[in-house]
């Protein structure tokens, strides 16, 4: 048994402004095959504009934040478990090693008392995976409000109709001229919103 594992693209989900991405895979900075991401002053008269959203949350610190925070709290949860469950397992072998020497009657009562400790180990497993899959779908909220919240108020001053997200992994757009790429720009507000929060 396994502590269902949290899986961090649920938190990449939260990015999409317009549309879900996929987990994250393109670590390399690029906004399209074979051409390098280089964040170019986007023309004033530009109405429709995008974030990179593979760059986007490896340098976006409060994701960072998130991530390196529920990963340990679910290798906090599988160690929890694992201890749990060998000392169960100790319990059961030590009763294997001595079953044949006890009366009906205690073999009995020492069988259905293991047997609703597993059950409780199984139920406390279920618990725990369900409770680190609710805290990740409440980040995920707040991280996806974080940034649409930001994007809103970046697109009100900058006078963008329309952001979109761009995911490798995802390519809903399959391309997008360099020069309506504002990814450090938002990253950059971002992470400066992020680090005036934490004071």
Avoid: W
């Avoid at 610190?61 to 000392?87: L, P, R, T, V, W």
């Avoid at 409440?138 to 979109?164: D, P, S, W």
């Amino acid at each position: 048994m396994k502590i269902t594992t949290l899986k961090m693209g649920g938190l990449a989900t939260a990015i999409a402004i317009v549309s879900v991405l996929g987990a994250c895979g393109n670590k390399d900075g690029k906004t399209d095959a074979g051409n390098t991401k280089t964040t170019a002053a986007v023309a004033e008269n530009e109405k429709i504009v995008f974030v990179n959203s593979d760059t986007l949350i490896t340098k976006y610190e409060y994701f960072q934040a998130i991530k390196a925070k529920m990963e340990g709290k679910q290798k906090s949860a599988e160690a929890d478990y694992a201890a749990k469950q060998q000392a169960f397992q100790r319990e059961v072998q030590q009763y294997q090693g001595q079953q044949n020497t006890l009366p009906a009657d205690q073999r009995a009562a020492t069988e259905q008392r293991l047997q609703r400790k597993g059950q409780e180990l199984q139920a406390y497993q279920q618990n725990a995976g369900a409770a680190l899959q609710n805290e990740s779908a409440k980040e995920n909220e707040l991280l996806y409000n974080k940034i649409a919240e930001y994007l809103k108020g970046y697109a009100k001053t900058k006078g963008y109709k329309m952001v979109l997200t761009y995911s490798k992994g995802n390519p809903n757009v399959l391309f997008a001229d360099e020069s309506l790429d504002v990814t450090k720009a938002v990253i950059d507000g971002l992470n400066e919103q992020y680090t005036k929060e934490k004071k």
